[in-house]
């Protein structure tokens, strides 16, 4: 279950930034890297993540600067649109906190693509 304090340079992602951790890059520049998702839940799911120390969107969107916020969003267009998914169309997903279920403490952003995606969320 995510942690949901200060940062921790230890999570995953974090790994994955500094190159501890292997990734398929999708894409990346100064304040972005994107990859695709370990255990897909599409054919195409891609994580976009910021660089900064972020600990999900409510951290970020407290915390980081304009040019980081804009950049990240920037990013998130500019990679569905590699992936050739804006005609098809996409889902964006952002899990924040517990009830979010998010699993992994630094901000990403799922894209999902490459079929009909079905409802928006499952029933609890
Ligand atoms: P969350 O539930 O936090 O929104 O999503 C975390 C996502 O990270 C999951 O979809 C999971 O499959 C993915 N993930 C977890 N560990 C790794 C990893 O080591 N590499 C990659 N590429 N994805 C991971």
């Not at 500019?78 to 517990?98: D, I, M, S």
């Given at each position: 279950?995510?942690?949901?304090?200060?940062?921790?340079?230890?999570?995953?992602?974090?790994?994955?930034?500094?190159?501890?951790?292997?990734?398929?890059?999708?894409?990346?520049?100064?304040?972005?890297?994107?990859?695709?998702?370990?255990?897909?839940?599409?054919?195409?799911?891609?994580?976009?993540?910021?660089?900064?120390?972020?600990?999900?969107?409510?951290?970020?969107?407290?915390?980081?600067?304009?040019?980081?916020?804009?950049?990240?969003?920037?990013?998130?267009?500019?990679?569905?649109?590699?992936?050739?998914?804006?005609?098809?169309?996409?889902?964006?997903?952002?899990?924040?906190?517990t009830?979010?279920m998010?699993?992994?403490?630094?901000?990403?952003?799922?894209i999902?693509?490459?079929?009909?995606?079905?409802?928006?969320?499952?029933?609890?």
């Amino acid at each position: 279950m995510a942690k949901f304090g200060p940062y921790e340079d230890d999570n995953i992602f974090a790994k994955i930034l500094r190159g501890e951790l292997p990734c398929e890059k999708v894409y990346e520049d100064q304040h972005v890297l994107a990859f695709n998702d370990i255990n897909p839940q599409a054919p195409i799911h891609v994580l976009v993540i910021p660089k900064g120390p972020y600990v999900s969107m409510d951290d970020f969107t407290e915390k980081a600067s304009d040019e980081e916020i804009g950049a990240f969003f920037r990013a998130v267009g500019k990679v569905a649109r590699q992936l050739e998914l804006a005609e098809p169309g996409y889902r964006l997903l952002a899990n924040h906190g517990t009830d979010g279920m998010q699993e992994v403490p630094h901000l990403h952003i799922h894209i999902f693509g490459g079929r009909k995606l079905g409802p928006m969320l499952k029933t609890a």
